[in-house]
């Protein structure tokens, strides 16, 4: 089979690999119907973070179950599945807590001798406790669902969590910091989900700032900085955002939510801090404020967004504005790192 | 009048200065009945942080109101009054949200151009926010009440803030990072008003040690640093902890609460991070922690812990455990700076 494969930074390729099989009982192995590329892939992309080369390339994938392995007990072969982008048993105690992302047995798809969702098949680790079944299977869901079902793989889960963890709730004012995929489900999250009032998301791209309005968005702001805390202040009576969702993870994006937040404020933050290291403990301290920070637990959002997107309630596909075949992968990944596009999706 | 004045590290005078006065329509005169020195006072004692030499120091005290000015409306002459370290005036947005050290209108005793607790009297801005009377006054509080309400004024409500910002609730099982005064009353809040099931104190001096238990500590752990992480992580079936107070502020107290959170657990942070700048963000990002930090808003806690003092069910005043004299303030701040006291009564 062919998979997309890291060959250093700004280097991808799409080559032939060993097609997967059932190692373990509890495996499972999914032929991939539809797979995308994540901001997070752009790290190594970029050369900003290490990655090993060669390497399996994408953590978000959906698609039809060809094997179980002997154990598997919730999947069978022809299953519509959804997985989340790191793999989990669903059953220790940070699975319990709802952390899947802290789970003992559990990994990332495209970590080094593990398959990516950039490929047609993946070999899925615990499979019951990391694949959800998308009831009706592939024969019942549109292509809109489709895309609406890649994106809970991680970025529309992502968001919403990065909202969960700024405690936004009914009528609640929130402020969005980082216009990209996660940023823009963070949105649509606080807003079709979690029942915010008002969400004030901060982009100046013109595409960004249309799908931030078209998910929620009642306040888009151009500004960054100090100018954006400035607007964020004088919106909320010089009083600042009780809830701040932070979705880039660098220290300029973090000095925004610190600078934007009201004394005894929530941020949620889910963008990865590659580049932001550290956070000063003073401001935080003075201001009273609430820091809730976590790689989504994707896994355990999964069957209420896959319930929400075939009652059609909930859709992040809008997401994806660029579409391609595997082949030309290396394309998508120019397209996002010089941010033509938002997010792309392989098919 | 008399009052402690700070003449630079390690130099505290008892020196004459002007009686207070009514100055605002809204201030009161306390005269002192009793006051006490602060672990956060040695930080200028010990040369750590630059203070205005001379000024004022101290900023608990409890007393009686002397006078008042023309726009006072619940004190009145006579009454026995607590006041918080900072006033506020307990009507603006942040106090209106259990925030009073966000108080627009506030300040804290002992600032330069205030009044210090450790004085003979205090003018109290904003008094009806700030002070709360006493029901029955001086005569019906015995002097161990009085040792009990003088440390709600910081250390009993700083204690409680810090097990409340780690989400203590009934039957937790909290840690508790520093064995000061706000450390050991962390303890007695967690237990005595929230309903914590379990307490470990991290203490290796046997006097907090004893205290600690006391107060409800049920294992008291001498280890220090990741001896002190393994211990926490063997008592929680391997896990940590998912409530912690972290009240030191120090590098080192931060690396054992992050070391020893479970994951999706909540640090809550009293201690001033003066040594303590910043916070590293990849541990809290892995284990989805939750880090609530804030300065006390004593005022708010006040009513119910004076009620608590007065019904015989709360006792943090055995933190008090050397007393001296107003005018002996110096050899007071010698004990708590050498650690010979954990804290220090002036009367």
Redesign the interface.
């Known amino acids: 089979m062919r998979a997309a494969i890291y060959r250093g930074a700004g280097h991808v390729t799409v080559e032939e690999v060993s097609d997967p099989l059932i190692t373990a009982p509890t495996d499972a192995v999914v032929r991939v119907l539809r797979s995308c590329i994540c901001g997070s892939d752009l790290w190594a992309y970029r050369g900003v973070i290490q990655r090993a080369v060669p390497s399996r390339l994408g953590h978000e994938f959906l698609g039809t179950v060809e094997a179980v392995g002997s154990e598997v007990r919730t999947l069978k072969p022809g299953d519509l599945v959804v997985a989340p982008f790191q793999w989990s048993d669903n059953t220790c ?2 699975c319990r ?3 899947q ?2 789970c003992v047995n559990g990994g990332t798809f495209g970590a080094p001798g593990t398959d990516g969702g950039q490929g047609e098949a993946v070999r899925v680790p615990q499979a019951d406790g990391t694949l959800v079944a998308v009831p009706g299977g592939a024969e019942s869901v549109s292509e809109a669902a489709l895309r609406a079902l890649l994106a809970t793989t991680d970025v529309a889960a992502t968001g919403l969590h990065g909202a969960v963890l700024a405690e936004v709730g009914e009528g609640a004012t929130v402020g969005v910091i980082g216009d990209g995929a996660v940023g823009l489900c963070a949105v649509l999250g606080a807003r079709a989900i979690l029942g915010a009032e008002r969400v004030l998301l901060f982009s100046r791209n013109p595409e960004r700032q249309a799908l931030g309005r078209r998910f929620g968005a009642t306040d888009v702001i151009p500004e960054r900085g100090e100018a954006a805390i400035a607007t964020a202040r004088d919106l909320t009576a010089g ?1 600042g955002l009780r809830h701040i969702v932070e979705a880039v993870g660098t220290e300029a994006s973090w000095e925004m939510a610190l600078g934007m937040a009201r ?2 404020g929530t941020i949620g ?1 889910v963008g ?2 590659h580049t ?7 401001p ?12 989504a ?1 994707v896994r355990h959002y999964l069957p209420q967004l896959i319930t929400r997107v075939l009652e059609g309630t909930y859709d992040a596909g809008p997401v994806f504005d660029l579409e391609m075949p595997l082949q030309d992968v290396a394309l998508g990944y120019a397209a996002m790192s010089e941010r033509r596009a938002i997010k792309v999706m392989l098919s």
Chains 1, 2 share one sequence.
């Open positions: 105690p940070a807590d709802g952390l992302t802290s009083l004394d005894g933050a990865v801090p932001a290291p550290t956070l000063p403990l003073f935080p301290f003075v201001h009273h404020l609430r820091i809730h920070v976590g790689v637990p």
